[in-house]
């Protein structure tokens, strides 16, 4: 083990992402022939295959599994390293690197813009995507931090909640039951609805509140890709939906979506702060968890409703 090298790990690494020997030299900027030397040095020196070979590319094995892990958290240590030899050198204090979940993109810009002007000498790496996305890279140590509604339940992870996370149900302005109230979960199954894919936060959430319902959950809707299809599916006419309340903020100002009044909604959930509990908890990482802690919910819209949320 003792000649196992960086670059080594590195190609194993890229192998892994980029499924190919040829496609992992160009992300190194490499040869074939050299990943491949490393990746033969490599196996010699554990003395096991890291990858089987297949027609569609190379697959670990859970040898080769294990390294990819090592060199994941290998390459997390360094920039962490990196950021604190720089805030050494420069009084900087790093960088932090953040994953999103798609439906927080409605407010996360503004509280990022909040914690900039707050900390500016704390360098911010946004990326965006969907629950399923955000988690495996989480897994796979590319965040530092993930904003989510619901922590993972299959990762080594603390969080901690910074916001109300209401879950309504919306139709067009001039649906029939706009303006109905007390409206039953019985009446309201009646309804198509537009949902998110199976597997979502605000999918397992109806699954949920629909459950003493079983009609419904053999059918219970048309499965959308995205909070802005299934707003513009149900302004269009096409049913209604089941949606994060933070997604519908500018359409409810201009009226073109209402939330309808259905007995045991809003849903309230919780917006989480949510980071690997196996990995060096940076400076960086404290100062964005103290703000959310103390600032976080002041980003989130308001969205007015006459009537209490409710847990599940």
Do not use: C
Request: glycine fraction near 8%.
């Amino acid at each position: 083990m003792h000649s196992v090298t960086l670059r080594q790990l590195r190609a194993v690494k890229a192998i892994h992402e980029t499924g190919k020997i040829i496609k992992a030299a160009n992300r190194l900027g490499l040869t074939g022939p050299a990943v491949t030397i490393q990746l033969q040095q490599l196996e010699e020196e554990l003395g096991v295959t890291l990858f089987d070979r297949l027609p569609e590319g190379l697959r670990p094995t859970a040898a080769g599994r294990a390294v990819i892990d090592a060199a994941e958290a290998i390459d997390e240590r360094l920039r962490i390293l990196d950021d604190e030899v720089e805030s050494i050198a420069k009084g900087r204090r790093g960088t932090l690197k953040l994953g999103v979940v798609s439906t927080a993109k409605y407010f996360a810009p503004r509280l990022m813009a909040g914690f900039s002007r707050k900390f500016p000498d704390i360098q911010l790496d946004l990326k965006i995507g969907n629950r399923e996305e955000i988690i495996r890279s989480l897994g796979d140590h590319r965040f530092d931090i993930a904003l989510m509604g619901r922590p993972p339940r299959d990762l080594p992870v603390n969080s901690l909640i910074f916001g109300d996370h209401p879950l309504v149900i919306i139709a067009p302005a001039d649906h029939p039951l706009a303006h109905r109230r007390d409206i039953s979960k019985e009446d309201i199954a009646r309804e198509d609805f537009l949902i998110r894919e199976a597997g979502s936060g605000t999918r397992i959430s109806l699954e949920i509140f629909f459950a003493d319902v079983p009609s419904k959950l053999e059918n219970l809707g048309s499965e959308m890709a995205s909070n802005e299809t299934i707003k513009q599916a149900v302004m269009a006419g096409m049913g209604i939906g089941f949606i994060s309340a933070h997604t519908v903020e500018m359409e409810l100002d201009f009226q073109k979506l209402v939330i309808l009044d259905v007995v045991g909604t809003p849903i309230r959930r919780d917006w989480f702060s949510v980071w690997r509990n196996d990995r060096v908890f940076t400076p960086a990482m404290q100062i964005f968890n103290s703000f959310l802690r103390e600032e976080g919910a002041r980003y989130l819209p308001l969205i007015g409703k006459p009537y209490p949320m409710q847990e599940i």
